[in-house]
């Protein structure tokens, strides 16, 4: 089955700096790729995807980008601010899987004050 | 309403009680599913259902009942549960399960649960 590993487990950056999180997938069946908030006490929010057909997508200081070769995908994010301080989860999904999502394993992003 | 709406936020049991949780969805979504997670860890898929029927079943003990009683609602009954099923639990809802096309998932807040 699909395998997602996601590095670093955690990150720590100053307000106003970028961060940038890295996820690496097994199945090249794989073709669609979301990315997840989830902030302490909530579930995990949908913040941005990507299909295989697209290499790049923004949404206003959030950023994915995906390599298919290389079968990995990375969230960044620029002008961090406080309010970015969650776990971030990637996550992978096979057209026509039943299992729908593989999740990574997390990463812990504090943004500095 | 884009909301998926879990009560109780939180619940303490004893390992001879019986509980449930509850899930709603107003979005017209025909997809719903029961998640667990552990802190500090991914979410772990337990059920999906279909308009209304069990497609999946992730080999989930059968003290974890699961309920739809109709699109918008999706019940998780509790019974004899053990001190390491304390967790999580996640509802989410997508517009459909046809494994066509992949489904943007909308969580829900959760139920944080503790079994005594």
């Not at chain 1, 990507?50 to 995908?73: C, M, P, W, Y």
């Not at chain 2, 059920?47 to 699109?71: A, D, H």
């Amino acid at each position: 089955g699909e395998n997602v590993e996601q590095h670093p487990s955690t990150l720590s950056v100053q307000e106003g700096d970028s961060a940038v999180i890295k996820c690496t997938y097994s199945d090249s069946a794989s073709n669609y790729f979301p990315w997840y908030k989830q902030e302490l006490g909530k579930g995990p929010q949908l913040i941005i995807d990507i299909r295989s057909n697209v290499g790049e997508k923004k949404d206003q200081r959030i950023a994915v980008t995906l390599n298919k070769t290389a079968k990995h995908f990375s969230l960044h994010i620029t002008e961090t601010q406080p309010e970015d301080s969650a776990v971030y989860f990637c996550a992978a999904s096979i057209k026509g899987s039943a299992r729908q999502l593989t999740f990574g394993s997390g990463t812990q992003l504090t943004v500095l004050p | 309403d884009t909301e998926v709406t879990q009560t109780p936020k939180h619940l303490v049991m004893g390992m001879t009680n019986k509980k449930s949780l509850k899930c709603e969805q107003h979005m017209g979504h025909r997809a719903m599913y029961w998640y667990k997670q552990k802190a500090k860890k991914p979410p772990e898929l337990m059920f999906v259902y279909s308009y209304e029927k069990l497609s999946i079943n992730e080999s989930v003990p059968s003290r974890f009942s699961p309920e739809c009683p109709n699109s918008s609602l999706l019940n998780l009954h509790l019974h004899a549960l053990q001190p390491e099923d304390s967790a999580l639990y996640l509802c989410a809802s997508s517009l459909q399960y046809t494994g066509a096309v992949n489904e943007k998932l909308f969580f829900g807040s959760g139920t944080q649960l503790s079994v005594l």
